[in-house]
């Protein structure tokens, strides 16, 4: 018998104890814990002895690159983390690619507020417990002259609580030109069914009239909604009903107006491809009782849903049960603090980046493209998330020959640059890039061209 086992090849291949114990392995072992590389270590073996019984044999070099083929095997097995990521797209709100960036001085103070204890419900003037909005709601009265404020995880969870909390499970009347889907299941008719209302359509696709909605109220009815149609226009032979025509309807009615205005625009901005977008500011202001929007879009912050509106109202979300359930947690708190004093302070967000300083912006340009051996050209941003789609902002791009596979080594690099193709071209379009990031973007690219520095 001991000869026979000293005759099978597979007697030459190592214990999983001795591939274990080998400094490769170990430094494995201290990044992704013993158990992971331990099942992993066991399979390479298994690997390697199938080879070995194909082949006739372990060779003596069966345990070169076994700590590499370890290291594979459990990257694989983990998948790849989140990555910081540059986005030369010029689409600032990129839903693929986290939608809105926190202005980097909001940023700053999160690992301080994440990593240890905060006063997320703790009053510390008097020791009470004090309620997660209360930040959050003063600041967006401030901001809105809303009455009142709640925040949810995000729009879809503000406009879901608001129908459940105010509505259900009595009538919600919509315009049939604002039954829309907005990007990844997000359909009005389906959140209005989940949210335990019934929908009443009313109107058309292209004209909806105030009698339309007027004729529509009957003794079930428990709310009207209007909907910012986001990534949808609908354009020609069209009629809709401005929010104080609506707003005065509900008010005779003694019903709510409730407002997706979607993209958690709190104020007026002057650009011409926002100025059409109704501010959630105007549409208190138009007499809506009601309004949600979003954090991570036009806010610039977190992930979150935006509820504002009158006390009542918001008292009746706030006090739902599923408000428990709808909740954000502490991380898009401290996000959303930072960023909504921010706009009281009417300090900069990477908003404003998409509208740079002329001058200073071709010249940025023109020194990344001479660095990266591109030109300049002229060249389309988008707001994104759904906002403004179909206004371009034209500007000054990077450009670069190069397609699909450049396109492809850029995402593969440190940092991931991601770019786009226009034209047989790849463009750069550094709106959506912090300035500060310029150094990293110029080492990618020359990698990704392979003539680094
Ligand atoms: C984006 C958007 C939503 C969805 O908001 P989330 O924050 O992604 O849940 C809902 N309604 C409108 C009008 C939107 O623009």
Redesign the pocket.
């Known amino acids: 018998m001991p000869s026979q086992q000293a005759a099978d090849p597979r007697r030459r291949l190592p214990s999983v104890d001795r591939v274990l114990a080998a400094p490769e392995v170990q430094r494995l072992v201290e990044l992704y814990g013993r158990e992971l590389v331990g099942v992993q270590v066991r399979s390479a073996l298994a690997t390697l002895r199938e080879e070995a019984l194909r082949e006739g044999g372990a060779g003596p070099g069966a345990e070169a690159g076994l700590a590499e083929r370890i290291r594979r095997l459990v990257e694989e097995a983990l998948g790849p983390p989140l990555r910081r990521v540059l986005n030369a797209t010029g689409v600032l709100l990129h839903?693929n690619l986290g939608?809105a960036p926190l202005a980097p001085e909001v940023a700053a103070t999160l690992p301080g507020l994440v990593d240890a204890a905060c006063d997320l419900e703790l009053e510390l003037a008097d020791g009470r417990r004090g309620d997660r909005n209360r930040r959050a709601e003063r600041l967006l009265s401030l901001l809105t002259g809303a009455e009142a404020a709640v925040v949810a995880?995000?729009?879809?969870?503000?406009?879901a609580l608001a129908v459940a909390a105010v509505a259900a499970p009595g009538e919600v009347i919509v315009s049939r030109g604002e039954l829309?889907e907005?990007?990844?299941s997000?359909r009005?008719p389906e959140m209005l069914a989940a949210a335990g209302a019934r929908l009443v359509e009313v109107g058309t696709t292209n004209r909806t009239r105030l009698d339309d909605y007027r004729r529509a109220i009957g003794p079930d009815t428990r709310m009207l909604l209007k909907?910012?149609?986001?990534?949808y226009r609908i354009v020609g032979f069209t009629a809709g009903v401005a929010i104080a025509q609506l707003a005065g309807l509900a008010r005779e009615r003694g019903l709510p107006l409730l407002v997706?205005?979607?993209?958690?625009l709190l104020r007026p901005r002057r650009e011409p491809q926002l100025a059409d977008h109704p501010s959630i500011s105007e549409l208190l202001g138009a007499g809506a009782h009601l309004v949600?929007?979003?954090?991570?879009?036009l806010l610039g912050g977190p992930?979150?849903?935006l509820l504002v509106g009158a006390r009542e109202l918001v008292a009746r979300c706030r006090n739902h049960p599923l408000y428990r359930a709808l909740r954000p947690s502490r991380l898009a708190y401290a996000a959303l603090d930072g960023v909504l004093r921010r706009h009281v302070a009417g300090a900069p967000l990477p908003l404003d980046g998409l509208w740079p300083q002329p001058e200073s912006h071709r010249a940025r340009v023109a020194a990344v493209a001479a660095a990266v051996g591109g030109e300049v050209i002229e060249a389309d941003a988008y707001v994104g998330?759904?906002?403004a789609p179909e206004a371009p902002i034209r500007g000054p791009v990077v450009a670069l020959p190069g397609e699909d596979a450049l396109l492809a080594r850029l995402r593969a690099g440190e940092p991931p640059v991601v770019g786009y193709l226009r034209d047989g071209r790849l463009l750069l379009d550094l709106r959506t890039v912090a300035a500060a990031d310029d150094a990293a973007l110029v080492a990618a690219v020359g990698v990704a061209r392979g003539t680094p520095g």
């Open positions: 839903t939608r995880n995000n729009n879809a969870a503000a406009l829309v907005i990007g990844g997000f009005i909907v910012h149609p986001s990534n997706d205005e979607g993209a958690g949600c929007g979003s954090g991570d879009k992930q979150a849903g998330g759904g906002a």
